[in-house]
């Protein structure tokens, strides 16, 4: 049973571009939620989905992020114009109900780097 | 605003030296205590769920135990092999499904 898969795990993007950042959850979870961790930050909240619904969205910033997680397919992340600000890792959590009844399973991560 | 800090920020333990990592909490009300562990270039790996005061979970040389202001992370006779960063989250309540982190303990054993 593969474990949360994200994809890729490191991406390099200048100024002004986009970035993508795929999470594939578990088999059977239909809960995902994104996290953002800043060098020397903990883990913060982004983003709480559910298939093709957005449940939470308050730790997102209001410009340039969005995320989806659509019936098929795998949950995406996507930051437009991107600045050196964004620069971190994203990691991606599923479960197969809420956080609150289930532990995170988490996946390793996409280390985003924007030069 | 709920608030997670976690000390302290790095431990150095000789293999064998029991220690205690400590979680100290803010939040209007407590659904659930959450205890991770993260190693380098990995995301964090599930080890405790602690929902009420005086409660205790135990796993191999890890204990976490609960009050109502902290918790802490027992480590008894550690191994190199327990070296990672721990990492403490609370679910808040207020309906929201969203855990609030703290910065973490990064913890080395050396044999």
């Known amino acids: 049973n593969a474990g949360v898969m994200q994809n890729p795990r490191h991406l390099v993007r200048r100024r002004g571009q986009e970035a993508r950042l795929r999470c594939s959850p578990m088999?059977?979870?239909?809960?995902v939620y994104w996290y953002r961790q800043l060098p020397e930050e903990g883990l913060k909240f982004m983003v709480y989905l559910q298939k093709e619904n957005i449940i939470d969205e308050s730790g997102m910033p209001k410009e340039r992020f969005s995320a989806e997680f659509p019936k098929e397919g795998p949950s995406i992340l996507r930051i437009q114009q991107v600045v050196r600000g964004d620069s971190a890792a994203y990691f991606c959590a599923s479960s197969p109900t809420t956080a609150y009844n289930e532990k995170l399973f988490f996946g390793s991560g996409t280390q985003l780097s924007v030069l | 605003e709920d608030q997670v800090t976690q000390s302290p920020e790095a431990l150095r333990l000789q293999e064998g030296e029991s220690s205690s990592l400590n979680c100290s909490y803010t939040?209007?009300?407590?659904?659930?205590l959450f205890w991770y562990r993260q190693d380098p270039g990995k995301g964090p790996e599930f080890l405790f769920t602690?929902?009420?005061a005086g409660e205790e979970k135990e796993k191999e040389r890890l204990k976490a135990t609960l009050t109502k202001k902290e918790s802490f992370l027992h480590i008894t006779a550690p191994k190199p092999e327990d070296s990672a960063t721990y990492l403490c989250a609370v679910h808040p309540q207020g309906g929201s499904e969203k855990l609030v982190f703290g910065k973490g303990t990064k913890l080395t054993v050396n044999p």
């Open positions: 088999k059977g979870h239909s809960h």
């Open positions: 939040v209007s009300g407590l659904r659930g």
């Open positions: 602690l929902y009420s």
